[in-house]
């Protein structure tokens, strides 16, 4: 099934980009914590009539903040509910938001929910839809999200990145290219990640223990070069159709938006 008029490496590297901003917002230094109120009118009654167009384009840009920051404290608290096997409801999410800035809830709810998928591979569905009540499960049908004691992020997100990437480039794809298109969102191997780990031993290791990716010897290389393949897990739990899907949902760039090309291949 084709991806759109865009090539398919465009639409991936696009993806990359949003995970790697996704990333770059929920960073380590975010606690979980209850979601602040949306500022907006107070930066109004402040401002003068003689600085109406300043007064306003900082409020403008206090509000765009703002929201941002409320996405990723909410994103937070669902990664909460999801590690404690909790549902939701929209009524409780909403308990968040002071009632006045209430109106803003909607899209911030879609962005952190798309922003959850995208860093920690969780989707949230909902179940009951009277009362709004969602739960919070693996994306793609995958089963496995890494989480321990020791590390305690869903990697969900890591593995459907990387069934995405083989898939994309035809079914198995070179180490070495892997790791071109994960240096986009800042992951490299050898190098620690807050969220992975160490992410060679996760894609070598972990992965394929779990019997997600298989990573054998490119046949007749010599210096030995490797290659990956989704593995019989992957195989059984999702499609090639639901990862092109996770991919174009999260191709989509504003116009006149400049992806950051790969380069290294």
């Not at 809830?105 to 839809?129: H, P, S, T, W």
């Not at 992951?187 to 620690?192: D, F, T």
């Amino acid at each position: 099934m084709p991806l759109g008029a865009r090539s398919v490496q465009g639409q991936l590297e696009e993806a990359l980009q949003e995970l790697r901003e996704a990333q770059g917002a929920e960073g380590p230094q975010h606690p979980p914590q209850a979601v602040r109120a949306i500022p907006g009118s107070e930066s109004h009654a402040q401002s003068s009539s003689s600085h109406g167009n300043e007064a306003a384009g900082d409020a403008g840009a206090s509000l765009q903040d703002t929201r941002r920051n409320n996405k990723i404290q909410l994103m937070a608290f669902l990664l909460l509910k999801y590690r404690s096997h909790e549902p939701t409801t929209r009524a409780e999410l909403l308990e968040l938001f002071p009632r006045d800035h209430q109106r803003h809830f909607r899209v911030i709810f879609i962005q952190a929910a798309k922003g959850l998928q995208l860093v920690y591979g969780i989707d949230m569905k909902r179940v009951e839809a009277g009362n709004h009540t969602y739960v919070l499960v693996p994306t793609l049908g995958l089963t496995w999200d890494g989480l321990n004691e020791e590390q305690g992020r869903p990697k969900t997100g890591f593995l459907a990145v990387v069934l995405a990437i083989i898939l994309l480039r035809g079914g198995r794809v070179p180490e070495e290219e892997v790791w071109h298109f994960l240096s986009v969102v800042e992951v490299y191997p050898g190098r620690e990640h807050f969220i992975y780990g160490e992410p060679r031993e996760l894609i070598t290791r972990v992965l394929v223990q779990e019997r997600y990716l298989k990573y054998r010897q490119v046949r007749h290389s010599n210096p030995a070069h490797f290659e990956l393949l989704w593995g019989p897990r992957a195989h059984a739990e999702t499609s090639p159709r639901q990862v092109k899907h996770f991919v174009r949902r999260h191709a989509h760039r504003p116009a006149g938006h400049q992806s950051v090309p790969i380069r290294g291949r």
